[in-house]
Structure formats: structure tokens, C-alpha cells
């Protein structure tokens, strides 16, 4: 199910999101994009923001609720195939150097390695 609130408290775990008086719920930073580099979730949402959220999980009895926002989205791996064949090119931005290779990542979530051979 999908709800809708206010975002009333952010941490650096996440952001707090006020779904109905007196009830909230958590969305996870790693809840809140596809891409693999956690970032703060001051990135994503500010206190008094209105969400959309998915409800992941609901726990009554500890009264607990967790929620997502990526899963508003399309997993970006699901059309890898098609968007990124064996063979084609494409630009993206470098976001780590190793002793074997760079990261680069081609769009929020999907990121590839270029062997130093390459």
C-alpha cells in the first residue's frame, strides 16, 4: 500500500514521516534511492515536505512501520539488458579509482567497472 505524509523529523538514518496524527513511520536512507552510495537523507527530503512512501513493513504490536520511496520507481536493474547491451557505449561519471579499474556510474543505481586493461 502507498501513503502520503509529512516528513516531522530527519536523522542521519533516515527521515520520520507523520502518515496520520500520532502515527509515523520510517523511511531509511537505503530506502530512498536505487543507487548504492548512501547519501544523507537530508539529500532527499527537508522537515514539512509532503511524501508519497510505500509501506515495506508493519509491525502492531511494537508498533513500528517502515517505508520506501524508491519503490515508487522502476528498479533500474529490471531493463539493464535492453538500456545497456554487451558492447555499446555510454558516458557516465567516475566515482571511485582502484588498483584494478574506475567506477563509473551510468545513471542513479547503476554503476559499472572499466578494468585498467580496458
Known amino acids: 500500500d502507498k501513503v502520503k505524509g509529512k516528513v516531522v523529523v530527519?536523522?542521519?538514518?533516515?527521515a520520520f514521516i507523520e502518515v496520520a496524527e500520532g502515527v509515523e513511520g520510517?523511511?531509511?536512507?537505503?530506502?530512498m534511492s536505487w543507487s548504492t552510495h548512501l547519501r544523507s537523507a537530508q539529500d532527499f527530503v527537508k522537515?514539512?515536505?509532503?511524501?508519497?512512501?510505500?509501506?515495506?513493513?508493519?509491525?502492531r504490536d511494537d508498533r513500528k512501520m517502515s517505508l520506501g520511496?524508491?519503490?515508487l520507481t522502476q528498479d533500474p536493474w529490471t531493463?539493464?539488458?535492453s538500456k545497456y547491451p554487451v558492447g555499446s557505449k555510454h558516458t557516465g561519471i567516475?566515482?571511485?579509482?582502484?588498483?584494478?579499474?574506475i567506477f563509473v556510474e551510468l545513471e542513479e543505481g547503476i554503476d559499472g567497472l572499466v578494468y585498467i586493461s580496458d
Do not use: C, M, P, W
Open 79 to 81: 531493463d539493464i539488458t
Open 94 to 101: 567516475v566515482r571511485n579509482f582502484t588498483n584494478f579499474g
Open 47 to 59: 522537515v514539512g515536505d509532503v511524501v508519497e512512501a510505500v509501506i515495506l513493513t508493519l509491525d
Open 69 to 71: 520511496i524508491k519503490q
Open 26 to 31: 520510517l523511511i531509511h536512507v537505503s530506502e
Open 10 to 14: 530527519i536523522a542521519d538514518y533516515g
